[in-house]
């Protein structure tokens, strides 16, 4: 009765989020702009009934180490929408991602995104998309850019209310390739959580939010016009801008003090470089990084082939190296389907 299926794609940042005004309830610093991914999705089923004792997560991806962890998450989570709906039923959860854990796609945009619709209509509320979009926010910042459809804007907004992703073009607006390059699946020293919190102790945070709006309008005119080279350069500029800001804020950790954090592998700035060259020679990329190791390279559909044997050949260079890539176009986002 109490049951619905949701899945809900994960989502790469032009414009990157980091920095919170608020972390309660991840109010961010600036606006940002991403794109949904077609390939890489979660896909989630919550089930409440009033003979439950206990929520219950079946994630089938995850470690046990990361299950107990996020099942506290996803009953936290499960907590708001139970307030809204004003109901204590505990529920059931299976949930599954569609791309293995440790890919250097974060799967808790997805995951969020999924759950909160997911809740939602078993529960049956009636809520809007931007409601929605601020709901899933609450359990991941970026899940709530997982809730529109295709290239979205996450409105910063002043407070809870305020704060939610809209649709700036439909996936088939523009036919770009988003090509990830994983290098490395070690878990990540820091986490993106703390990350945020770290971001304003770097004395060129402040500096950076002075050019946030300027470059928010130079990405958003370029998916409007589909301007590929002003778009390239300004993701690329705005990656280089965010991992300026991490390696600048300094971290106690408990193996001591670091002065920043280095999300970089040298594979990474390998492939970095690479891209470089790459357009000198004709081949029209340009990147974005995540907080991780992963390079994802943007091109269109005429440069794919090149770029996957450039790749390739770097790949190659090394027999060791175990890369693994991924390819994803823009998509569509959250969505309620027929529950099995
Ligand atoms: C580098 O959404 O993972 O991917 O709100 O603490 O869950 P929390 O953080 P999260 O941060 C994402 C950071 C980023 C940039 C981006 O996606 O905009």
Same mark, same amino acid.
């Given at each position: 009765?109490?049951?619905?299926?949701?899945?809900?794609?994960?989502?790469?940042?032009?414009?990157?989020?980091?920095?919170?005004?608020?972390?309660?309830?991840?109010?961010?610093?600036? $606006?940002?702009?991403?794109?949904?991914?077609?390939?890489?999705?979660?896909?989630?089923?919550?089930?409440?009934?009033?003979?439950?004792?206990?929520?219950?997560?079946?994630?089938?991806?995850?470690?046990?180490?990361?299950?107990?962890?996020?099942? +506290? #998450?996803?009953?936290?989570?499960?907590?708001?929408?139970?307030?809204?709906?004003?109901?204590?039923?505990?529920?059931?959860?299976?949930?599954?991602?569609?791309?293995?854990?440790?890919?250097?796609?974060?799967?808790?945009?997805? &995951?969020?995104? +999924?759950?909160?619709?997911?809740?939602?209509?078993?529960?049956?509320?009636?809520?809007?998309?931007?409601?929605?979009?601020? %709901? +899933?926010?609450?359990?991941?910042?970026?899940?709530?850019?997982?809730?529109?459809?295709? *290239?979205?804007?996450?409105?910063? &907004?002043?407070?809870?209310?305020?704060?939610?992703?809209?649709?700036?073009?439909?996936? $088939?607006?523009?036919?770009?390739?988003?090509?990830?390059?994983?290098?490395?699946?070690?878990?990540?020293?820091?986490?993106?959580?703390?990350?945020?919190?770290?971001?304003? !102790?770097?004395?060129?945070?402040?500096?950076?939010?002075?050019?946030?709006?300027?470059?928010?309008?130079?990405? #958003?005119?370029?998916?409007? /016009?589909?301007?590929?080279?002003?778009?390239?350069?300004?993701?690329?500029?705005?990656?280089?801008? !965010?991992?300026?800001?991490?390696?600048?804020?300094?971290?106690?950790?408990?193996?001591?003090?670091?002065?920043?954090?280095?999300?970089?592998?040298?594979?990474?700035?390998?492939?970095?470089?690479?891209?470089?060259?790459? #357009?000198?020679? &004709?081949? $029209?990329?340009? *990147?974005?990084? /995540?907080? &991780?190791?992963?390079?994802? *390279?943007?091109?269109?559909?005429?440069?794919?082939? $090149?770029?996957?044997?450039?790749?390739?050949?770097?790949?190659?260079?090394?027999?060791?190296?175990?890369?693994? %890539? !991924?390819?994803?176009?823009?998509?569509?986002?959250?969505?309620?389907?027929?529950?099995?």
């Amino acid at each position: 009765m109490f049951k619905a299926t949701a899945v809900a794609p994960a989502n790469l940042a032009f414009v990157k989020y980091w920095g919170k005004i608020d972390p309660r309830i991840n109010l961010p610093c600036n $606006n940002s702009i991403s794109v949904n991914l077609s390939e890489a999705f979660t896909t989630t089923t919550v089930e409440f009934d009033p003979s439950y004792q206990n929520d219950e997560v079946v994630s089938v991806n995850a470690t046990e180490k990361a299950s107990t962890k996020f099942s +506290a #998450r996803v009953s936290a989570h499960l907590n708001r929408i139970r307030s809204i709906a004003n109901v204590s039923f505990k529920a059931r959860v299976t949930t599954e991602n569609s791309f293995p854990s440790g890919v250097g796609i974060a799967s808790s945009a997805s &995951g969020f995104a +999924a759950l909160t619709l997911a809740a939602i209509g078993a529960l049956g509320l009636e809520l809007s998309n931007n409601q929605i979009s601020a %709901i +899933a926010r609450l359990g991941s910042g970026s899940a709530c850019r997982s809730i529109p459809d295709g *290239f979205v804007e996450w409105i910063a &907004g002043k407070d809870n209310d305020t704060s939610y992703a809209i649709t700036l073009a439909p996936p $088939n607006h523009w036919r770009i390739n988003i090509v990830s390059v994983v290098v490395s699946q070690i878990t990540k020293k820091t986490s993106s959580t703390d990350g945020h919190s770290l971001a304003p !102790m770097s004395p060129f945070f402040e500096k950076r939010l002075d050019t946030i709006e300027k470059r928010l309008e130079l990405v #958003r005119n370029s998916i409007r /016009d589909k301007d590929f080279q002003q778009f390239g350069r300004e993701l690329e500029k705005e990656a280089i801008s !965010m991992h300026a800001i991490a390696m600048t804020s300094p971290i106690e950790t408990i193996d001591g003090w670091i002065s920043g954090c280095y999300y970089w592998l040298p594979d990474t700035l390998e492939l970095m470089l690479a891209a470089q060259n790459w #357009r000198t020679n &004709g081949l $029209n990329t340009f *990147f974005t990084l /995540d907080a &991780g190791p992963t390079v994802h *390279f943007i091109c269109q559909d005429d440069d794919l082939t $090149n770029l996957l044997s450039n790749i390739d050949i770097l790949k190659n260079k090394y027999p060791l190296r175990e890369w693994r %890539i !991924m390819i994803n176009q823009p998509s569509l986002g959250a969505r309620l389907i027929p529950t099995k």
